[in-house]
């Protein structure tokens, strides 16, 4: 049974560094064809993906937010980290972490999420 | 990027009646993904590779579509089905969503 669970600093203000965790079972990130991606929801908006992590140690990162994303993975723990340089009140949203699953000649898809994580950005 | 684009925007339907939701893309995409959010609970998949059905999700619920029109369909609406209904393209990155289908019982 796959579960993840995000958490973080739930407020923080503008400028700093937004730094999230997601801490998993059921499934391991050094195993073939699984990752770990992050998606955001604004309040009351739609989904915005953010980052993917892969077994093998490949990131991908949204253009749109150009290189204020960071992500890492801890196999050994079964976390995965998602870090925001220079936060301001649009990057408040819910967070969510999502197994990652790749088949193929298929493709990928987000199957399991986590229960997300509010964040908010105020000074 | 690819744009996704749901209609209707909002609907409501009677139990029993059949709801067809729509997701139109800019670009030919390989496959479609459907989610399902309620209230403040995380999206749940529904749908994936265009009309494969994801463990647990009823069987009322199908997919189907190619190139640049999709759609999800639900047979017979039922109280629970309420909630908003997103697309997801992940044939080009970025990976984007559609800004959703809010479906509320009549």
């Known amino acids: 049974q796959v579960t993840l669970k995000e958490s973080g600093p739930g407020i923080l203000q503008p400028s700093h560094t937004l730094s999230l965790t997601c801490s998993f079972s059921?499934?391991?990130?050094?195993?073939?064809?699984?990752?770990v991606s992050w998606i955001r929801q604004p309040s009351g908006k739609g989904l915005e993906w953010l980052a993917s992590?892969?077994?093998?140690?490949?990131?991908y990162n949204n253009p749109s937010l150009k290189s204020r994303l960071t992500v890492s993975k801890d196999t050994s723990n079964n976390q995965a980290f998602l870090k925001v340089t220079s936060v301001d009140t649009a990057d408040t949203a819910t967070y969510y972490c999502?197994?990652?699953?790749?088949?193929?000649?298929?493709?990928?898809?987000?199957?399991?999420w986590g229960q997300g994580v509010m964040v908010t950005v105020s000074s | 990027e690819i744009v996704l684009t749901q209609s209707p925007t909002t609907m409501a339907a009677s139990p029993g009646e059949k709801v067809t939701l729509t997701c139109l893309a800019s670009?030919?995409?390989?496959?479609m993904y459907w989610y399902q959010q309620k209230s403040s609970a995380s999206p749940k998949l529904l749908i994936y590779?265009?009309?494969s059905l994801a463990s647990g999700v009823p069987d009322r619920f199908s997919g189907s579509g190619s190139g640049t029109s999709y759609s999800l369909t639900i047979s017979s609406m039922e109280a629970e089905d309420a909630a908003i209904y997103y697309c997801?393209?992940?044939?080009?990155?970025?990976?984007?969503f559609g800004a959703g289908t809010k479906l509320e019982l009549k």
């Open positions: 999502a197994h990652t699953r790749y088949n193929s000649g298929y493709g990928y898809y987000f199957d399991y």
């Open positions: 059921g499934f391991s990130l050094s195993t073939y064809g699984m990752g």
């Open positions: 992590i892969w077994w093998n140690g490949n990131t």
């Open positions: 670009s030919s995409v390989n496959y």
């Open positions: 590779y265009t009309s």
């Open positions: 997801l393209q992940l044939t080009s990155t970025p990976p984007t």
